[in-house]
């Protein structure tokens, strides 16, 4: 068997071998490193990884691309599992109400936040959406991300813009290096002509949207903003339950701000994760373990919102519950495609370990979107998504925070991205 592409000489392979699932956290603390390490490819997919030199069995000829790993850290291609990618505007003039302290929900309610960006999202076309997602997709490919979730949202009861967001995900994934995952997220907020009766736009979305969604497969999964002042418990459960019924799988913005019993209506419903859960319940945590629902973290938004809290990671994983880790990229609440950074404050605030880290933005993100089989550890038979860093371990990409530690990526097999020196 001939190999077409392989990394040597790696002094800290980090292979993240295992069940293809979501680690918990005596599973989390073992992320199968080697030292000296090889690996070589086939095309798209791994066919070796191992120590020392390759066997005899796969050789290499004047075509096959070499990559040096010496001094490096090799791992599988990173997860954001949590994004509103396709989007237009930003939200800077934010900046000084945040500052003087006034609360989200409080410039939700004034028209800014999601209301300000649904505008700007209806008044771009298709191309600029595109390529404005476009730039951001290739920041974040070239801090090691492989795979991206983009959730739709911010047409709300503009339902073209809805799918106008699901088109430009849909043409990003055909056209990028990148990997996109869509979710519909129709259910992101109220608008502002149903507020005083929120059901019938939740009719809209049960009746109407999710079909037509479905009918274009334009969405794996379905999430809804559940929290006070969004959309209640009950709300939440009807629109995910609908999307169940068309084959979406099912994920929730839970308990962000409020304990509303999200955490529990997560686990209830058997959503593969529930996302935020900075005031999730000792009860709902207990109940998202039992029945396997991953908790996707997103500490940049705790950070850049300044709420003073974050999500409680080390007792989420001590009650059993896998962890992801995401940026939740976003123009309001978490404007960053440093998925690094990320990882740097899931260890630093979080106190989460940097093996713990690796495996919630590989395997476990993989496992958030169902990927499992295909990427999230780099083993035989997985497609070929890599990151060599130019870091000596783990410790070192976490600890000197908030740079590009990334050299090299290689998305099924190919090398997509390289630094510039």
Request: some cysteine; overall charge negative.
């Amino acid at each position: 068997m001939k190999a077409t592409l392989v990394i040597k000489n790696i002094d800290n392979l980090i292979t993240l071998r295992g069940e293809n699932k979501a680690r918990t956290l005596e599973d989390m603390k073992d992320v199968g490193s080697i030292k000296n390490g090889i690996i070589a490819l086939k095309g798209e997919k791994i066919i070796y990884v191992g120590e020392g030199e390759l066997p005899s069995s796969i050789r290499i000829d004047e075509n096959t691309v070499i990559l040096c790993g010496k001094g490096k850290t090799v791992t599988p291609g990173l997860i954001d599992s949590h994004t509103h990618l396709v989007h237009g505007g930003s939200r800077e003039n934010e900046l000084a109400m945040k500052l003087k302290g006034i609360p989200y929900l409080d410039i939700l309610a004034a028209g800014g936040g999601i209301h300000s960006t649904v505008r700007a999202t209806k008044e771009a076309t298709f191309e600029e959406l595109y390529y404005k997602a476009k730039k951001s997709l290739d920041i974040m490919l070239s801090y090691g991300v492989t795979t991206v979730e983009a959730k739709s949202g911010y047409g709300i009861d503009d339902f073209s813009t809805e799918l106008k967001q699901l088109e430009v995900a849909k043409k990003l994934n055909e056209d990028h290096p990148v990997d996109i995952i869509s979710t519909f997220m129709g259910a992101h907020a109220i608008p502002s002509k149903y507020k005083n009766n929120p059901d019938v736009f939740v009719d809209i979305i049960v009746e109407d949207m999710i079909p037509k969604v479905a009918e274009r497969n334009l969405a794996k999964f379905c999430d809804v903003f559940c929290e006070e002042g969004v959309f209640s418990i009950d709300q939440s459960r009807r629109i995910l339950q609908a999307a169940k019924e068309y084959g979406m799988g099912l994920k929730l913005h839970a308990d962000e701000i409020k304990p509303l019993g999200g955490a529990e209506l997560a686990a209830e419903l058997n959503c593969t994760s529930a996302d935020h859960l900075i005031a999730a319940s000792d009860k709902g945590i207990k109940e998202m373990a039992k029945k396997g629902v991953i908790a996707n973290l997103l500490p940049g938004t705790s950070f850049n919102l300044q709420i003073g809290k974050y999500a409680r990671a080390r007792k989420i994983l001590e009650e059993g519950v896998p962890i992801a880790l995401s940026t939740d990229y976003n123009p309001g609440s978490c404007p960053t495609e440093n998925l690094q950074l990320i990882m740097s404050f899931a260890s630093l605030i979080m106190k989460l370990t940097p093996e713990e880290v690796i495996t919630a933005v590989t395997i476990n993100g993989a496992a958030s979107l169902g990927l499992e089989d295909k990427v999230g550890s780099l083993e035989m038979d997985k497609l070929g998504d890599i990151v060599i860093f130019d870091a000596p371990n783990l410790e070192y990409i976490i600890y000197h925070f908030g740079i590009n530690h990334v050299e090299t990526v290689i998305k099924e097999g190919k090398v997509v991205y390289e630094k510039k020196l």
